[in-house]
């Protein structure tokens, strides 16, 4: 009792704190992740500001107060190109997305209460939460002087793990901006390889050039080096958990706040989808996420899949952009689904799906197996993940054809492998002390209480990097053996040399007599 009421001391220590949180990626599913922070932060009390690139707009939260950034986004036209580029240059489809979103973050600083706050001489924070996806908003840290913390939507990339002085492995754990599962062949734990160590020179060197630009010119020509403001993180959330995630060790700042405490029960389908209650014979639903629109695919793709949805006996709902003229009966078409709530809905039997880490997410909270269509980014990798743990199948989409669209779709449905082996990884990602949510709520006042995480900081980012990869240690080891075998060579030398000098004087003595 004594030992909870001083946790609530403490807790009240940090009551009504001043949190900024910063998620500037102008895509709807990484605020999933976010939204349920800020509004659990704000219901304890804390005066929690957001600019954010989708405001939760709930009149109820009034100790929430959002900058909505809904102003700048990523054109179609743009994703569209993006999507074209990912199928064939990697290199040049991270610069595309690079500079995309330099140009986003210029428009989001540029916004004028964005402006405002920056330039506001009295405003002041405690904590500063940021979307680490980019590294320019870091410098709202700088700016007012405190902690920050950093957070993404999906499981941290090598980079950013190595930016917290989290040790990377490229053979074990291979970044999830690769293709790659579980278990690499020898040609991919080579690419992955030379990616570990290429990426960051590359974001170093070419990447994050674009992203100082920005810093400088908004937050003024004497701020620090990114860098340097990157050396800074007090901790790094996660959207991982050790189940569906390669377990990895981490260093205490990083906290995984995955498994899907994030995600609210699922509600009653509005009116117009009311037909799938009594879709008794189940109902699969089709989506390519928030980004990636379905028209991407092409007109004879479209068409096939139409052909094979009119096959089955399921209805089939298919977040479109438009209407599509004869579609069969049973498929539904639509722009937007309330999609936790038809995942959630009791009659599914099926989420085709791009593997986007939110969707996936609300997949295995709600036990929906999947079909993955990976397009790009984290995508080929968590729809690896998801074959290797054997909760689904993948599909290739440069070579979709109709019979191995409908087997697969089938044998996903049909085998109870799949629901099985899903809702087995379900349970127990979700067998925890705290939940996701919980944990960054304690951490994010943690870092509050103690004005920072300091006393956690990774010894690894004050080893230079030799040291850490032993090269000194290499290098003495070397010489200590060069000298052995040194000192080796030269005796026998001299034992040589003493058994010449001593055999012809023994068999001349032997001659002689
Ligand atoms: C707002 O914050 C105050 C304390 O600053 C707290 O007492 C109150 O419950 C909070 N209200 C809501 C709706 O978040
Ligand atoms: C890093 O944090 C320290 C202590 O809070 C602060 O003095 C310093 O200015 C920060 N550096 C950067 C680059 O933000
Ligand atoms: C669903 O079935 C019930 C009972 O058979 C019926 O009353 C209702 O109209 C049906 N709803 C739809 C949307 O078809």
Not at 35 to 50: A, N
Not at 385 to 412: A, C, P, Q
Not at 447 to 474: E, N, T
Request: glycine share 6%; net charge neutral; with cysteine.
């Amino acid at each position: 009792m004594l030992h909870f009421l001083n946790v609530c001391s403490l807790i009240c220590a940090v009551c009504g704190s001043k949190i900024l949180g910063v998620s500037l990626t102008p895509s709807y599913s990484h605020q999933v992740v976010f939204q349920p922070l800020w509004k659990e932060l704000s219901l304890r009390g804390h005066q929690v500001t957001t600019i954010t690139a989708y405001p939760l707009k709930d009149p109820k939260l009034v100790n929430l107060t959002e900058i909505d950034l809904s102003v700048a986004q990523l054109s179609n036209q743009n994703i569209k190109k993006l999507v074209g580029v990912s199928q064939t240059n990697f290199i040049y489809e991270i610069y595309h997305m690079y500079t995309l979103m330099a140009n986003v973050l210029d428009q989001q600083l540029e916004h004028p209460p964005v402006k405002q706050l920056i330039e506001d001489e009295r405003a002041k924070f405690d904590l500063v939460i940021v979307e680490y996806l980019w590294s320019t908003p870091l410098a709202f840290a700088t700016r007012f002087n405190c902690p920050y913390i950093g957070i993404i939507s999906l499981d941290g990339t090598n980079t950013i793990y190595r930016k917290i002085g989290n040790p990377t492995h490229s053979s074990l754990y291979p970044d999830n901006l690769l293709p790659f599962g579980d278990k690499l062949s020898l040609f991919q734990r080579v690419i992955s390889f030379i990616y570990e160590f290429g990426y960051d020179v590359y974001l170093e060197g070419v990447l994050q050039e674009m992203e100082q630009k920005v810093v400088h010119k908004h937050f003024g020509g004497h701020y620090p080096s990114i860098a340097e403001m990157a050396r800074n993180m007090s901790m790094l959330f996660v959207d991982a958990d050790p189940i569906f995630h390669h377990n990895r060790p981490l260093v205490p700042g990083v906290v995984q706040i995955g498994s899907g405490s994030h995600i609210a029960a699922a509600k009653p389908l509005p009116k117009e989808l009311s037909m799938l209650d009594n879709a008794t014979n189940g109902f699969i639903y089709f989506s390519l996420g928030s980004n990636i629109k379905s028209e991407f695919l092409s007109l004879p793709t479209i068409k096939m899949i139409l052909e094979v949805f009119a096959e089955l006996p399921y209805t089939v709902l298919w977040k479109f952009g438009e209407d599509i003229p004869n579609k069969p009966g049973n498929v539904i078409v639509s722009k937007w689904f309330p999609q936790r709530d038809v995942l959630g809905h009791p009659n599914i039997k099926l989420f085709i799906t791009q593997g986007g880490m939110q969707s996936m997410d609300e997949a295995i909270y709600f036990r929906v197996p999947m079909v993955g269509i990976p397009i790009f980014f984290d995508q080929p990798h968590n729809i690896k993940k998801m074959v290797n743990r054997g909760f689904g199948l993948e599909l290739d989409r440069n070579n979709l054809e109709k019979n191995s669209f409908k087997t697969t779709i089938l044998e996903v449905i049909n085998n109870p492998r799949y629901r099985n082996t899903l809702t087995e990884l379900a349970d127990l990602a979700q067998d925890q002390p705290m939940t996701g949510l919980e944990r960054a709520v304690w951490w994010s006042e943690y870092v509050i209480r103690h004005k920072g995480a300091k006393h956690l900081r990774s010894p690894l980012l004050d080893l230079p990097w030799y040291q850490y990869l032993f090269l000194d240690v290499i290098a003495v080891l070397l010489l200590g053996l060069l000298a052995v075998l040194w000192f080796l060579v030269f005796t026998f030398r001299l034992l040589i040399k003493l058994i010449k000098w001593k055999i012809p004087t023994v068999s001349n003595e032997k001659k002689s007599s």
